[in-house]
């Protein structure tokens, strides 16, 4: 408009001279320079979509996840705060029923967290181009935001719903067990907890798929769909003779019980680190059943810690022995946790996507195209190792990630992402 004004289109970066003026600020484009109005410019995500030449919808969908979704629901979570904030009498406030209503809607932070290391991952690989990294650094001065990298910034909301227990706990500790909101502010830190260990055990799940995968890129002569079609969970394995009709033939083999499936495979006769695939069992179709030390009318034949897995059709029986009685308890209790935890799955909607079941079986696949035979692959002995001290392993992702504080008691080893908030906070009080 003016000779003293900076022209410009949708999309163009600006090199900002001089921004001590709120309203109007000094810039140059090229050789072109000149004041503009500073309320032309927005943040990260708008800047962002406004360079197709230089983000894709899939590369911003990895960056940012659903932060844009959490930021409209803390939007709401602040209003109903407030207004049950007394601003002339603090101590009067009640508080702890908001948290309790918007308990489920926290559950949003559970995408994010799961997708944070993947930003770190390719927020890494696009700050090695120097036009990405001024473009993220222009959009922090123009915003007047505080000398943090993005990945900084994209930090805050898995170290959000973390503080949470921590702040409840607080305020909890100083509220008179006789004030009128003492008994929704103990509701709200143990329905909190319950959020960061929901979040805790799916990261804990997704990080598990490599592993799964990995394990059956190492087994010879695969059948059928992959594991991850329907299992995201190993509950258990062990050796256990699987005894046949109709001529009650012994089988000593190797079993692997999955959500949804059990999985049986055979070790190879001189390197008994290599497994063959040879059958598997679907679990939705079961009925587990305790067989007493003796003869089994079924298969006519004496056995001894012995169970069966009865088919909703009469006609598929199938019998097991385990070594010792502890080994065969340990068994029926890993098969009233596979049906617990299939029904927990159900009940919290858990469900991989089909891009990260695709993702998870290429990282495997790729790990086997190194020129090494498939039974001295590097994946083959430590993993079938590690299957064989745990009961419940973790299996953590190949992935660098970023580490919180976990604030659940968790049953099981807890994902390095829930560790040490307080080491990475970028925030100083």
Sequence with gaps: MDDQELGFKAGDVIEVMDATNKEWWWGRILDSEGWFPASFVRGYIKQCRKRADMFTEEQLKTIFGNIEDIYKCQK????????????????LSEVGSCFLEYQTEFQIYSEYCNNHPNACVELSRLTKVNKYVYFFEACRLLQKMIDISLDGFLLTPVQKICKYPLQLAELLKYTNPQ????????????????????INERKRRLENIDKIAQWQSS????????????????????????ISQPQAKSQQRMFFLFDHQLVCCKKDLLRRDILYYKSRINMDDMEIVDVEDGKDKDFNISVKNAFKLLCRDPEEVHLFCAKKPEQKQRWLKAFENERKQVQLDQET???????????????????????KPKGECAVTRPYYDFLMRQKHPSLPTNLPQQQVFMLAEPKRKPSNFWQNISRLTPFRK
């Design 219 to 242: 087994i010879e002569d695969w059948e059928g769909e992959d594991v991850l079609v329907r299992s995201s969970e190993l509950i258990y394995s062990g050796e256990l003779t699987k």
């Design 349 to 371: 909607g858990f469900s991989i996507t089909e891009v990260q079941k695709k993702q998870a079986m290429l990282n495997a696949n790729k790990q086997h195209h190194t020129g």
């Design 76 to 91: 709401k979570f602040v209003k109903a705060l407030e207004k049950k904030f007394n601003k002339d009498h603090p101590h």
């Design 179 to 198: 004030h009128r909101d003492f008994k929704d502010v103990e509701a709200a830190l143990n329905a909190m907890k319950n959020v960061a260990r929901l």
